[in-house]
């Protein structure tokens, strides 16, 4: 019988991903989102998560109230050998935040370390497409740098 061998890299794995390095921990993530100069709410947003691997893997999506706050959401956090750079003892699970809202230029957070019991918070400022302008190409991207 031959053994079964998984790539934990390829994004279609996510879920054996977690699955193979074993975790009760979660962590959670807080997004509010408002605009970039009134510092307005805003409503209805989309706030998406996503594994950071090869490529985006939604984990889950949620929308803003009237405060702009996305409810808090609560991810699985575990210890990968694999990154040389992480310790057993500073457990962290990559992420990215996708964050939507008609005529507001699309948002995108690149690399959020998600930390056991820890609740890490996000402002995200939206910026109104002109309009006049065509649908945009563009999105405003932020890398986390490694701890």
Excluded: W
Aim: hydrophobic letters at 35%; a negative charge.
């Amino acid at each position: 019988m031959n053994a079964k061998h998984f790539n934990v890299h390829k994004p279609y794995k996510v879920h054996n991903l977690l699955n193979l390095m074993p975790t009760t921990e979660t962590g959670s993530i807080k997004v509010k989102v408002i605009t970039e100069f009134e510092n307005i709410p805003l409503e209805n947003s989309t706030v998406t998560i996503y594994a950071s691997l090869d490529e985006l893997i939604p984990i889950e999506t949620v929308t803003t109230d009237v405060n702009g706050d996305a409810p808090i959401i609560e991810i699985p956090v575990a210890y990968n050998p694999n990154i040389t750079e992480m310790d057993p003892e500073y457990p962290y699970t990559d992420y990215n935040i996708r964050v939507m809202h008609e005529n507001y230029y699309p948002v995108l957070i690149y690399d959020i370390q998600v930390f056991p019991n820890i609740t890490t918070n996000f402002i995200v400022h939206m910026n109104r497409i002109p309009a006049n302008a065509p649908y945009p190409r563009k999105e405003r991207t932020t890398t986390i740098p490694r701890i």
